[in-house]
């Protein structure tokens, strides 16, 4: 489990810097341009990685300088308030990933969905455009994200998932002169 923890910020703090790297070669103009949101963007995920990365080393080097020696069966676990751990008994890394609730496993699975949403999000946005794509994934992912025993609400998921796209197009295009991929809506523009 920590391992998987140390290769996720790892990936995050990397990829953050490759993408930075990739969005510094965005030609630029003065004021925002095409590389703005980019070179955010990066930034954001390089901080984000490495606050992650800090984190997790964290939690490793804690239980390392606070650690008891318990001398018997490594099978055996040790009683409760006797370990490291304190009042836990100790367990093996995989009676740990045996105890994960049902729930963590299904955020598993909704973490993998939103990256089949972007990925179908990013495969749509040239025929679609950014209006209809991002209007479309918005509400998509608005009812991925709604806890299961929430029921979600559709119609409120629709008006919020059309305004935000219609704001954000209407922002970069107009306020900031960046054209964005308008799909079939282009006749329709001014």
């Given at each position: 489990?920590?391992?998987?923890?140390?290769?996720?910020?790892?990936?995050?703090?990397?990829?953050?810097?490759?993408?930075?790297?990739?969005?510094?070669?965005?030609?630029?103009?003065?004021?925002?341009?095409?590389?703005?949101?980019?070179?955010?963007?990066?930034?954001?995920?390089?901080?984000?990685?490495?606050?992650?990365?800090?984190?997790?080393?964290?939690?490793?080097?804690?239980?390392?300088?606070?650690?008891?020696?318990?001398?018997?069966?490594?099978?055996?676990?040790?009683?409760?308030?006797?370990?490291?751990?304190?009042?836990?008994?100790?367990?093996?890394?995989?009676?740990?990933?045996?105890?994960?609730?049902?729930?963590?496993?299904?955020?598993?699975?909704?973490?993998?969905?939103?990256?089949?949403?972007?990925?179908?999000?990013?495969?749509?946005?040239?025929?679609?455009?950014?209006?209809?794509?991002?209007?479309?994934?918005?509400?998509?992912?608005?009812?991925?994200?709604?806890?299961?025993s929430i029921r979600?609400?559709?119609?409120?998921?629709a008006l919020i998932?059309?305004?935000?796209?219609?704001?954000?197009?209407?922002?970069?295009?107009?306020?900031?002169?960046?054209?964005?991929?308008?799909?079939?809506?282009?006749?329709?523009?001014?």
């Amino acid at each position: 489990m920590r391992h998987k923890e140390l290769i996720v910020a790892s990936a995050m703090l990397m990829t953050g810097i490759v993408y930075m790297g990739m969005s510094m070669g965005v030609p630029k103009r003065d004021g925002v341009d095409a590389s703005t949101v980019p070179v955010i963007l990066a930034g954001m995920m390089i901080v984000l990685g490495g606050v992650e990365l800090v984190a997790v080393l964290r939690r490793w080097w804690a239980p390392l300088q606070n650690t008891t020696v318990v001398l018997g069966d490594p099978a055996e676990p040790v009683a409760a308030g006797h370990g490291p751990l304190g009042d836990e008994a100790v367990r093996t890394e995989a009676q740990a990933e045996a105890a994960i609730p049902a729930a963590a496993k299904s955020d598993m699975a909704t973490v993998g969905i939103t990256l089949a949403l972007i990925a179908g999000y990013v495969a749509l946005l040239g025929s679609l455009g950014f209006p209809v794509a991002t209007a479309v994934y918005l509400f998509v992912q608005f009812i991925v994200l709604t806890p299961r025993s929430i029921r979600p609400a559709l119609p409120a998921y629709a008006l919020i998932a059309a305004a935000a796209a219609a704001v954000i197009f209407v922002t970069f295009r107009y306020g900031f002169g960046l054209l964005l991929p308008a799909g079939p809506l282009t006749p329709l523009l001014p």
